[in-house]
């Protein structure tokens, strides 16, 4: 580590540790708060549903035709 390299997150977390500054780490895991506005979007995003492609109804009346070929 005195070379500017770090071997492992683990041993991050043990200098962290005996300089009392394992609480920096806190702020990369810290889950931002949602208005329930934005919450309510997010939600039924998720509920919307899937649109799905058209299908035709016809019959193809040509079965029965012989080709020219």
């Known amino acids: 580590?005195?070379?500017?390299?770090i071997?492992?997150?683990e041993s991050?977390?043990?200098v962290l540790r005996v300089?009392?500054?394992l609480?920096?780490?806190?702020q990369l895991v810290e889950d931002e708060e949602m208005s329930p506005n934005d919450y309510y979007e997010f939600v039924n995003a998720t509920k919307r549903?899937?649109?799905?492609?058209a299908v035709s109804?016809?019959?193809n009346?040509?079965?029965n035709e012989e080709s020219e070929w």
């Open 1 to 5: 580590m005195e070379k500017g390299e």
């Open 7 to 9: 071997g492992s997150f």
């Open 12 to 14: 991050l977390i043990r």
């Open 19 to 21: 300089l009392g500054k």
């Open 23 to 26: 609480d920096a780490l806190h």
């Open 49 to 53: 549903k899937v649109r799905k492609r």
């Open 57 to 59: 109804n016809k019959k």
């Open 61 to 63: 009346n040509n079965d």
